[in-house]
């Protein structure tokens, strides 16, 4: 098998979908473990994958192992299986809080890994995904661990230090502007907009906005000035966010929400 996982959640599951549909890796050469059967015959039925009940068979037969539980299951998966992990074998972490250090130490000997935060835009193939690699992982080898994470979505490589920023600018972020989208269709429904509809008109802008900050490469000020015409209806708006402290209700999220990567 050429990919392996332990753990089928919807993370793992959105990693898989990408790399069949981009032809990386072909379903028969994925294994998934999982102890939930409920879980394992999901990825079967929607990937045609392999699937097993037994960790250490995912570890003993994948050339790359994804350990895709939550965080606090990662000591114990890792104690099952890392004296079955195999020099040449790299290991793609998903977890925030476990560092190379720390995984290093669980395994108790060198070990190439591959510390990931990838975030749930991965499930509609537009996740943002950052990536650190251990020193034993070599050139080569990061260019294909990349290239599984793009599949996805886009994928960058960051220093380690930076991971507890990535969890709060890209990790956690959704949650926000779902709740942005929410609140905007909440406003809309107040003026007598259906709800449906409410929705459908607050994510495709949000949508349509983020797509500009990409393509055009200007800077997200500057977009918001384009919109902003004198005396107009935005400029209203944008001064009651102000007022209201938008931004900084924004900023003080999100160093919180690092915050509690750092202290995981």
């Not at 510390?115 to 835009?121: E, F, G, L, Q, S």
């Not at 034993?136 to 990349?146: G, H, I, M, Q, R």
């Not at 938008?246 to 995981?264: G, Q």
Request: glycine share 10%; net charge negative; charged share 25%.
């Amino acid at each position: 098998m050429k990919l392996g996982f332990i753990g089928t959640g919807n993370m793992a599951g959105a990693i898989m979908g990408g790399i069949i549909r981009e032809g990386l890796i072909s379903p028969d050469e994925i294994i998934g473990a999982d102890i939930s059967e409920a879980g394992r015959e999901r990825v079967k039925k929607e990937h045609g994958i392999h699937v097993t009940a037994d960790n250490r068979e995912a570890a003993e037969k994948a050339e790359v192992l994804v350990l895709s539980v939550k965080p606090q299951f990662y000591e114990e998966a890792i104690a099952g299986i890392r004296d079955c992990i195999r020099e040449e074998q790299i290991i793609i972490t998903l977890a925030p809080g476990k560092t190379l250090a720390w995984l290093e130490e669980q395994f108790g000997k060198p070990v190439k890994i591959v510390r990931t935060m990838p975030n749930t835009p991965a499930l509609v193939g537009e996740g943002m995904t950052a990536a650190c690699p251990n020193q034993y992982v070599t050139e080569e080898e990061k260019k294909y661990v990349l290239q599984i994470l793009g599949s996805f979505g886009k994928v960058e490589i960051v220093p380690e230090r930076m991971i507890d920023a990535v969890v709060a600018v890209s990790g956690s972020s959704p949650a926000y502007v779902f709740m942005l989208i929410e609140a905007m269709a909440d406003a809309a429904v107040a003026e007598g907009m259906p709800r449906t509809q409410a929705y459908s008109f607050a994510a495709q802008a949000v949508y349509g906005s983020a797509k500009m900050v990409i393509e055009t490469g200007k800077h997200p000020g500057e977009l918001k000035d384009m919109v902003c015409s004198p005396a107009g209806t935005t400029i209203e708006a944008v001064r009651i966010l102000e007022k209201e402290g938008f931004r900084s209700a924004v900023i003080e999220a999100m160093k919180a929400c690092a915050d509690v990567s750092r202290n995981l």
